[in-house]
């Protein structure tokens, strides 16, 4: 199991709908997105918040997956809503344990 995790500070103003507007691929829904998705707020930040891309599949595959994950135009669109991106990175589960 892969998780992209992206912690961005957006444009003031800028609603979590904007948001996964600006990323998400044209002709998909948030029930046909083909990756499970969480979006969490910062509870001290307002305008921060944490989106992390649950992506099962080996890390060889990433780059192939990656043009059905996000907007084609999904830079540009990004710049409108996000003021900075403070971290940008893929990881793989090493270990998971416990309940929820």
Request: proline share 7%; glycine share 4%.
């Amino acid at each position: 199991m892969l998780r992209a995790t992206y912690v961005r500070t957006l444009k003031p103003g800028v609603t979590e709908a904007q948001f996964i507007a600006a990323w998400l691929p044209p002709g998909l829904t948030l029930d046909s997105y083909p990756a499970r998705v969480t979006i969490s707020r910062s509870l001290t930040e307002e305008r921060q918040i944490i989106s992390t891309f649950e992506l099962d599949l080996p890390a060889d595959r990433l780059a192939d997956a990656f043009p059905s994950l996000v907007h084609p135009d999904s830079a540009r669109r990004l710049a409108e809503v996000v003021e900075s991106t403070q971290l940008e990175a893929v990881y793989e589960d090493v270990t998971t344990f416990g309940t929820v």
